[in-house]
């Protein structure tokens, strides 16, 4: 018999209040990590997007959203022509409306841009990607009903479509991928792109890029692609919406877990008066109490991971989300999630604990 | 040697309004076994609670073993290595089996499992509950109940034994056996036990019958 088995004894004998206060907390757990993890695998879909076999991106300085930053097409050759450079792709974020579809994400870009070289080709040909002709990803021909040959209405204007590819990324596959000067035409930005995605040449440091930019290019930010993903608000706006979220979730948890160790230390008063006359210290108490918090959370945390695991799983498989969700969980994630429910399971059990420990054995022992 | 000294103890509760203890004083020596007698609310209980440290006093001084039961530390280590406490009431968990329930002392005190065990069978023995060990409190009749809380108060081999009414609620034969067996246990090991009783005739195998009134000692029968 050890504290352990006292503890375990004291949960199962009240199942379904176990049941209850592991149930707040993998619920919990399960809400943070499926959040987090669409989440973060949206972000990460809008960074492969971004990363097209380059490293850094350039962009127009202090803009909000990308969708507002208007580079200069030409400062794409002037990257190209400077021998730190191995290519440079502009490329143009657009939102576009057709008959029955109000948002298509279209990406007005050059015939030699990597997405047409990646997707694979299942009509048409790059060949045909030029004037007012499109490539549709696979999923957008579908809903658009369109295939190689034949015409579509975007915004205000009629396409041909050049071809059908099918893309990884589930925004690609989605979207409609113009040829940039019909693009700009289209969304009155003639002469522009949004961003810039830079290769570096080899034997060449992203520094070289960076100080280039810098020196010559005062109102253009160039960053490497990891730092980008760091340092881009509407990202960082989406990971801390997805803790804060999920935090919030863990509070709702850790109310139930404060609940069912109320009831649990306010259940059994004489037991913990016993307990003490028997030579429990008050710390010795308090552990007890903690420790079954804890256990309670443990199993929830189990049981969060597996819920959050099926509801991730589950929605990958439905066809209407293929390519759109691509979570990301990774370690860091899962025991982030771990360690808020243990601090949860600690918060959670501060009052009962503090209650049972400064409980005065002679009157709990009177008590009825 | 002295085992318990009570000097000049007042206790009240509500806030004063209640006053139980009005300048109570006792001493009890080593191996002595005294009966606490009295009326219900004269404060036999409570002299106990004091004397164990569960209450604290108002004024006054109580010592066992040579230690002011003062610091909660005190208290604490008194309760796990010497003092065992029989209440009216069995006071055992019902989910525990009698033998988990007997070893709680034991994880209080951090003692080793096996000399826990050992203990238990050879306290269980004594007791005639051994058969009874692995059932749970609520599947035990009343007498075993009791004989169950006796075993646990002595797991730690205490060297002073507090009774609050130990066979209030049994029938008259569980009553004398369960009151034999404690008299053979104390007695046995040299132990001290003091036992608040309404029952005379308990009271009478007593060493002393202390008699308490109102809050105070109003002195010793023969």
């Known amino acids: ?368 | 040697m002295t085992q318990v000294m009570v000097r000049d103890v007042w206790k009240s509760f509500d806030g004063g309004r209640i006053e139980v203890l009005k300048g109570v004083s006792l001493e009890v020596a080593q191996g002595e076994v005294v009966a606490l007698c009295g009326t219900s609310g004269c404060g036999k209980s409570t002299l106990l609670n004091v004397i164990s440290g569960l209450e604290e006093v108002d004024r006054g001084m109580v010592r066992v073993a040579g230690r002011d039961v003062v610091e909660e530390s005190t208290r604490v280590d008194l309760l796990r290595h010497h003092i065992g406490y029989v209440f009216q009431l069995h006071h055992l968990m019902p989910d525990l089996t009698l033998a988990e329930n007997c070893l709680v002392p034991i994880i209080a005190a951090g003692g080793h499992r096996n000399e826990g065990l050992a203990r238990l069978h050879e306290l269980a023995e004594a007791t005639g509950v051994t058969h009874r060990l692995g059932q749970r409190v609520r599947e035990l009749s009343g007498g075993e109940r009791q004989r169950g809380a006796l075993v646990r108060s002595l797991m730690n081999d205490p060297e002073l034994l507090l009774c609050d009414e130990p066979t209030g609620a049994l029938d008259e034969r569980n009553r004398e056996n369960v009151f034999d067996l404690l008299l053979e246990l104390v007695r046995s090991r040299g132990r001290t036990m003091i036992m608040a009783t309404h029952d005379s005739e308990l009271a009478g195998r007593c060493d002393r019958r202390v008699r308490m009134r109102d809050g105070t000692i109003e002195g010793e029968m023969n």
């Open chain 1, 1 to 368: 018999m050890t504290l352990w088995r006292m503890i375990l004894t004291n949960l199962r004998r009240h199942r379904v209040r176990t049941a209850i206060g592991a149930t707040g907390i993998a619920l919990g757990v399960a809400t943070m990590l499926s959040v987090v993890g669409l989440l973060g695998g949206a972000v990460k879909m809008f960074e492969q997007i971004l990363r097209n076999d380059s490293q850094m991106v350039v962009f127009e300085k202090n803009v909000s959203d990308l969708f507002f930053s208007n580079v200069p097409v030409g400062l794409a050759a002037e990257l190209e022509a400077q021998p730190c450079v191995k290519a440079a792709q502009p490329v143009l974020f657009a939102v576009i409306a057709s008959p029955g579809r109000s948002i298509i994400t279209c990406f007005g870009i050059q015939a030699s841009d990597g997405r047409l070289r990646r997707g694979k080709w299942l009509q048409g040909s790059v060949a045909e990607f030029k004037g007012d002709a499109v490539v549709l990803g696979e999923r957008a021909a579908g809903f658009l009903n369109a295939k190689a040959g034949g015409t579509i209405a975007l915004g205000q204007g009629t396409y041909g479509v050049a071809g059908v590819v099918r893309m990884e990324n589930g925004f690609e596959n989605g979207g409609v991928f113009m040829p940039l000067p019909a693009c700009q035409k289209a969304f009155h930005k003639e002469g522009l792109c949004s961003v810039i995605t830079v290769a570096i040449a080899d034997g060449h440091r992203l520094a070289e890029v960076r100080d280039w930019i810098g020196t010559n290019r005062e109102h253009f930010s160039a960053m490497d692609n990891d730092e980008f993903s760091r340092s881009y608000a509407q990202f960082q706006i989406i990971k801390v919406t997805a803790w804060v979220v999920g935090g919030c979730a863990f509070l709702l948890g850790g109310l139930s877990v404060t609940n069912t160790m109320i009831l649990s230390v306010f259940g059994r008063i004489k037991e913990l008066a016993i307990a003490r006359v028997c030579g429990f210290s008050r710390g010795q108490v308090a552990r007890m109490i903690f420790g079954e918090s804890l256990l309670i959370c443990a199993i929830g945390t189990l049981s969060g991971w597996a819920l959050s695991w099926a509801v991730l799983y589950g929605l990958r498989a439905i066809p209407q989300f293929q390519g759109y969700i691509e979570p990301s969980l990774g370690w860091a994630e899962v025991a982030s999630a771990t360690g808020l429910s243990a601090l949860t399971a600690l918060l959670g059990a501060m009052y009962p604990a503090w209650y049972a420990a400064r409980l005065n054995p002679a009157q709990a022992l009177r008590f009825e």
